[in-house]
Each structure stands twice: as C-alpha cells, then as structure tokens.
C-alpha cells in the first residue's frame, strides 16, 4: 500500500474557509435576448490551499454564468468555441477498488496508481452545448454529434416556451461528456415566469441563492501536497467517477453566512454519477421545520412538500428548489469527511450580505449566416 492510498480520516483541505461564490449572472432579456457564451480554457481556484487548476469552462468560469431568462422570450445564444489549450483533467484508472483498508481507491486524492489516459489528454476541445431541461428544436438542442471546433461558433435558439424552471448547460460531446463536464463546462439556467412572480419568492440576490453541486478530486505530489490538477478517477470495479471533494459553486466545501431572513437555495446536483443527501443542520442536529422543498427538476411542485428526516436526495443531474427560513449561517454542501465543529451561530449580528455583482449585459450574436451550420 502506497502512501498515496492510506485512507485519509481528516479533509486533506479545510472545509468552510471559502465564501460561497454566486455565479455571474447574464439577463437575457437586457440584450434582446441575444447572447453571446466564450468556451475558454482558463485557471480556476478551488479551494483557498489549492494552488489554480486548469478548466473548460464557459466565459473562463467554475461554473459558467447564470442565465435568467423569462418564459415567452426567447433567447438565442452563440456558443463561441475559444478552446485554445490541453485538455485540462488527467484521467486515469486506478488499478484496484480499495486500498489495503477497505476505502475505495476513488474516494482518495491523486492517481492511486493509475496512469494518465493518453486518449483523454488528446481531445482537442471539439464542444456542443446542451441546455438540460429546455424545451428546444432539434437543431438547437445540442445534440452529441453537432460538434463544432475549437475557432468555430454555434448559434442555438431557446424557445423558453415553458414554466418557470431551474435548468443548466452543459458540454454534450458523444462519448465524452463526463470529461468535459468535468472540465468545467456546466452553467445554470433560470427561466421565470409571472405565475412563479406572484407567489413573491425570492428572485435573484442576495435571496435567491443558486447552489451548483459537483464532486472533484486532485493530483498529488509525493509529499502529500494536493497539486491542484483535476484528476478524474475511475476503477476496475465501477465505470464513474465518485471524486472526493464537494464543490460548489466552484468552491471546495464553502461558507455563505447570511442576516436571518427566508432564502430560496436553487439546488443542482452537476455531477457525474454522486448522489448527495442535503440535511440542513444546526449544532449537528437536523432542523427539518426550517426548509421546505418547493420545486424539483421541472418547476414548482403543486404544494410545499417537508423535506425527509434523512435528508433531501439528489441524484445527478437534478434540482430541487428549497425555501429556507434562516436565523443562523449556512452550510452549502455536506462531505465525505467527519463533520468539524459546527460554527457559533451568528443569528443576529450577521454582517450585512455582500452587495451582488453587477449582472453580464448580454451582447449580441452574429448573424445567423455568419455562423457555423448545426447540422
Ligand atoms: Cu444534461
């Protein structure tokens, strides 16, 4: 058993440390509804202790901006396919399921062993957008095989001929769509509507709190020391990947404290094979009185519905809408790694909500005939 392979009974990062970041926001409606979305490779920091990674990603960001849109308006975006280095993930196949102590080898930083995989590291950024959830025309609808290159652009057109709904794009690639997702290449997407406006729910900052949930994991140099490099692993024994970092937001295990007031979390699980169980917690105990689920994948569901004692399943891809009456600070995601101490709560001095960034102003798109033809 190597070093790399012991089981790690303590988070080899520490959890909380990082804000949650909220995710650039794009309003479709301010540009006409045409957008236009850079597919770059860029550097991203996870975590406060990891030095950058290299991503995929959508405008360069983990994850990609939030598009609101309304349900009506339809938007059209241009996908500009800007890829311009590596493929930025090693992925790699661990020669055993667990280590000499049971754990299952994936559930560990670095490569347990594995090799790269030279296929991985020779995609050359061929990309098709998917928008998950949307009601759209085949030729829009990103289809696996409507790839387009690196230098290449694609103009999709989105309906938005539907109720109000958490959905999210993401890379669609036939056959490589766990690896590019896992690159980066995942944004959310909110459609809104006026039925959804008159039951006066939070709409937007700082209330209305999007919440991107993906697992990752890390390369590891010979000390121990995680080097920041995603690492997709896999074993024998299972086809996905169950990485051991929960990011969200683009953000390994962050904080987001709040002044008490009622919180809308628009909850998606963008991973690639994790299921998570959401628990609200206060001292370690579950608080199920304080957060109810009010919708699911495709909208509001028909009444509020209490959250299970065991927690709020999510499976991948979906996502739930939680409203959340807080009086203390939030935890975003739960981890694979024993609970540390839970923080004091800040009920009634909390700092005031950092202000939002200002909203992306959509810009236009080419021309439809200057675009690249989805066949
Ligand atoms: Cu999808």
Redesign the pocket.
């Known amino acids: 058993m190597t070093g790399t392979m012991r089981p790690q009974l303590q988070p080899p990062l520490t959890p909380f440390v990082d804000p949650l970041p909220l995710p650039r926001r794009i309003l479709a409606g301010q540009g006409g509804g045409e957008l236009t979305v850079r597919i770059r490779a860029a550097a991203h920091r996870f975590h406060r202790d990891l030095p950058e990674s290299r991503v995929w990603a959508y405008e360069g960001l983990v994850p990609g901006p939030t598009v609101e849109a309304e349900r009506g308006q339809p938007v059209r975006v241009c996908w500009r396919n800007e890829i311009d280095q590596p493929y930025p993930v090693v992925v790699t196949l661990a020669p055993a399921e667990t280590d000499g102590d049971g754990v299952p080898v994936q559930c560990l930083p670095g490569l347990s062993g594995g090799t790269p995989d030279p296929d991985a590291a020779a995609l050359t950024g061929y990309t098709v957008v ?1 928008l ?1 959830g949307a009601v759209t025309a085949a030729p829009s609808d990103g289809w696996t095989e409507n790839v387009f290159a690196p230098g290449q652009h694609a103009v999709s057109d989105y309906p938005m001929d539907q109720r109000a709904a958490l959905l999210w794009y ?1 890379d669609h690639v036939m056959g490589v769509t766990r690896l590019t997702v896992y690159a980066g290449l995942a944004g959310l997407w909110i459609i809104r509507d006026q039925r959804e406006r008159e039951l006066g729910l939070p709409e937007g900052p700082p209330f209305e709190v999007p919440l991107l949930v993906q697992d990752r994991n890390f390369g590891q140099a010979a000390g121990g020391r995680l080097t920041g490099e995603l690492v997709h692993k896999t074993d024998p024994g299972t086809m996905e990947a169950f990485a051991p970092f929960t990011v969200v937001n683009g953000k390994v295990w962050p904080v987001h404290e709040v002044p008490p007031a009622t919180y809308r979390l628009r909850v998606l699980n963008g991973s690639n094979a994790r299921t998570f169980r959401l628990v609200l917690l206060r001292d370690g105990r579950p608080e199920l009185d304080r957060i109810t689920q009010i919708g699911t994948d495709s909208g509001l569901l028909p009444a509020p519905v209490a959250v299970p004692a065991d927690g709020l399943v999510l499976a991948p ?1 979906s996502g739930p809408t939680c409203s959340w009456t807080s009086a203390t600070s939030s935890r975003a995601a739960s981890s694979p790694w024993p609970t540390p101490q839970a923080p004091r709560s800040t009920a009634t001095h909390s700092p005031p909500p950092v202000p939002p960034r200002p909203p992306i102003q959509a810009s236009s798109c080419p021309t439809p005939t200057s675009c690249a033809s989805v066949p």
Do not use: A, M
Request: proline fraction near 25%; avoid cysteine.
């Open positions: 998917h998950h993401h891809p």
